[in-house]
């Protein structure tokens, strides 16, 4: 008899296991559908990035571009809207920077060049200096301060082509970017030049942000294109003595007040458990920051409508938010969290798109291992859609301050063999973000919010 | 005793087991290292497009593109390079074609038009008849001769953005354009136009092949951009008067002389047993052929050429071709088959790329279920290049005449979201195609290829 019921439970077990998954991959069907034909997120990002543009925190753009969300928001169907106060650091790039390559014959040639996001500027006639070149910090700290002293330090490090993941090549190469200029000042040079980080040889500079070891004097320093890196080193091999004028006019200016753009629909059982889903509003004004990050940003208002448009009542409290200052400072991440700690919300899963827009192959994991299980239980429902990869891990900048609450967070992984041509430069534009790859990274980041607002994690 | 021979054979085997794929997987590195950082495939497409550009079948530039394959292969390393000589149609399209909407009161627009290729041309000064739209060949059914006769039949069938393969969507649409004019003249139509079957909308006309039924009247057929498709639908909706003026010049000419190209390493070991691999050289002269197929002709170029650079020398001989005519009539396909089948060559696999140059996914199998199972037991080498996919069938269009020899087919997959945007259009041309990505393809292509090559299939 015992066993008899033990086998009728478990049939019910399967029942409902068998209803679940096939009522799941119903909806989710939906939502890609809906996503494919109806999204909006290709449209909303085209006019942030066209109307708007580039919108680096304190910038006039970006509190168009916090009035803009605001508006997206409301139009996507969110129950309620709101701004958090978030004070944010206001660097300006000033003029057009000027780098130009002079040999010891006098022949100049001008290259593309941009200042490195909180780099301090020039004087107002610019810098002509020697220029030494390194593709390591071992090799600079070998040259040591009789060679560096009085130069300008080139840093010629070459993205790794080998990785396949690009985010890997650029893990490896951004320290020359963030600690370069405080390493050559160390050793005594006057500025510091760095090989831009990108897949490919071309004419854009990338900029991003650098910072500076207070012990040591703050000098200029600036990205110049992979282009210019190959001609410099080239020239460099056959004079070492050329120098380099580099001019730029960028200055820190008082802090900013600007905001986070906050909307949720409203959990029908359990509305005090939140999922929280993001990317950031704030962009490097050398581009549009179309796929960094206005993707993220439209893809996770998108993830709202679609779950209005499609009637779908999560169960659980779904929560868009447009991040402001990841790029320079990472105010807005952390004022989320002491909002939501100081408030006892309780989040019970933080996603983010910062990858680009591209197309979506899975998520990173950064949650205990029974969680992880838990997600990838739910991987099969993902294959359909070439979503497979749920083994990895690396969430969001935005949403990592959660981790201290011990929050579960995602990361929207996506194909990565574009971003680093893109990123941080003049050509991140609407034109290199393709409609349906958008869609589907907002489908499935839709997909998984629907089911852990169902389920829970 | 027994048992103990027994454990030590398994150990054995084992042993062996685990090297092998040790030795594989570091082979497979080096490979993709080679093709990531050294490879030729982006640049030889570059000079492929932008010097030689469009190359249909019987065109100058077709010859051109022969001679540059030749010199390719041989730069490539290949042991040795020849042609096989196929006669293929020459069908010309002559003048840019007109394509002009004319509203009753008289209202012109010009919209973008090109001729569907094979199609017979207008009269000399154009054809101008009222429109009649359809979505299907039901609804043309059931409007009959009464409604059709004297008509331009448009086919304004959308493109299924809810397919997640694209190739899905195109595969449901492209009848219309197959036999979309022969289908209209059945009822009397004097021409037809079709909607672009394009997953964007935007101002290029795709073009691509069309046949005509020998026992119906060949009227003149044409493709209008997919916005041309909206403006002519949405102006019908007002004015069911509104005539199209369409004026083409193709013609089809007499058949010509052209040529595969094959280059080869013989295998060390067992040079007779055959793995073919290829693109198609001819392209529609819309666009330069980029990614359709110039992309897949560089990738099998590109096999060769990693072989030789890594010093690896297969046990199997490996042959690349760069099959012709493939787009209007697959002649270069059929001759390469028959003359494997006289010169009694046993082929032991075949692999195309025609899916465009993009991010490698997997591989379609088209061979029976041991074999698949065969080639399923290397999957988990590549999932660390995130090629995971080698559950779905499909091989490509050249290759395909071996199946009837038995030949165990293969087609490269990959990412499909941009495919559709450029296909046959102007918009398939180098700037689209991107570098990592192709070289991606052609190192996936490469892996597997080295291991049937080492272990047989």
């Given at each position: 008899m015992k066993k008899l019921i033990l086998s009728i439970?478990?049939?019910?077990?399967?029942?409902?296991?068998?209803?679940?998954?096939?009522?799941?991959?119903?909806?989710?069907?939906?939502?890609?559908?809906?996503?494919?034909?109806?999204?909006?997120?290709?449209?909303?990002?085209y006019d942030l990035t066209t109307k708007i543009g580039g919108r680096l925190s304190g910038s006039p753009q970006a509190a168009q571009a916090v009035e803009w969300a605001r508006k997206i928001m409301i139009e996507a169907g969110a129950d309620s809207v709101w701004l958090q106060e978030v004070w944010v650091p206001h660097w300006v790039r000033g003029e057009k920077e000027s780098g130009i390559i002079i040999q010891s014959n006098g022949i100049k040639q001008d290259v593309p060049v941009c200042a490195l996001g909180m780099s301090v500027g020039t004087p107002k006639d610019g810098i002509t200096a020697q220029v030494i070149e390194v593709h390591n910090f071992d090799e600079l700290k070998a040259l040591g301060k009789e060679k560096v002293k009085g130069k300008i330090v080139f840093y010629n490090h070459p993205f790794d082509q080998t990785f396949i993941n690009t985010f890997e090549a650029y893990g490896e190469a951004v320290k020359y970017r963030g600690s370069g200029a405080s390493e050559a000042a160390r050793y005594g040079a006057v500025a510091s030049i760095t090989r831009t980080m990108s897949s490919s040889d071309n004419d854009f500079p990338h900029t991003g942000a650098m910072g500076y070891n207070d012990s040591l004097p703050k000098i200029p320093c600036a990205a110049i294109s992979t282009n210019a890196a190959n001609l410099l080193s080239s020239i460099l091999k056959a004079d070492s003595k050329t120098k380099f004028f580099l001019k730029q006019s960028c200055q820190m200016l008082d802090s900013t007040k600007s905001f986070n753009v906050v909307g949720e629909i409203k959990g029908s059982e359990r509305p005090q458990e939140i999922i929280v889903v993001g990317g950031h509003l704030d962009s490097w004004e050398t581009g549009k920051g179309a796929h960094d990050d206005g993707a993220g940003v439209v893809q996770s208002i998108e993830v709202l409508r679609l779950f209005k448009a499609l009637g779908m009542k999560p169960k659980r409290?779904?929560?868009?938010?447009?991040?402001?200052?990841?790029?320079?400072g990472g105010h807005g991440g952390k004022k989320y969290e002491e909002l939501a700690e100081a408030n006892h919300e309780k989040h019970i899963a933080g996603m983010e798109s910062d990858a680009g827009g591209f197309t979506p192959k899975g998520f990173g994991l950064n949650m205990s291992d029974d969680k992880k299980q838990a997600v990838r239980k739910w991987a099969p429902l993902f294959l359909p859609y070439n979503v497979y990869d749920f083994e990895h891990e690396g969430d969001g900048s935005d949403i990592s301050p959660l981790r201290k609450q011990g929050v579960p967070l995602i990361g929207l992984h996506v194909d990565s063999q574009r971003y680093f041509e893109v990123h941080h430069a003049a050509s991140d534009v609407i034109e290199n973000v393709n409609r349906r790859e958008l869609l589907l990274g907002a489908a499935s980041m839709a997909s998984l919010i629907y089911l852990i607002s169902t389920y829970g994690l």
């Open positions: 439970s478990f049939a019910f077990l399967l029942f409902s296991f068998c209803h679940a998954q096939n009522s799941d991959s119903i909806a989710m069907k939906r939502i890609y559908s809906e996503a494919l034909t109806n999204g909006k997120a290709y449209s909303w990002l409290t779904i929560r868009a938010v447009a991040f402001m200052n990841e790029e320079n």
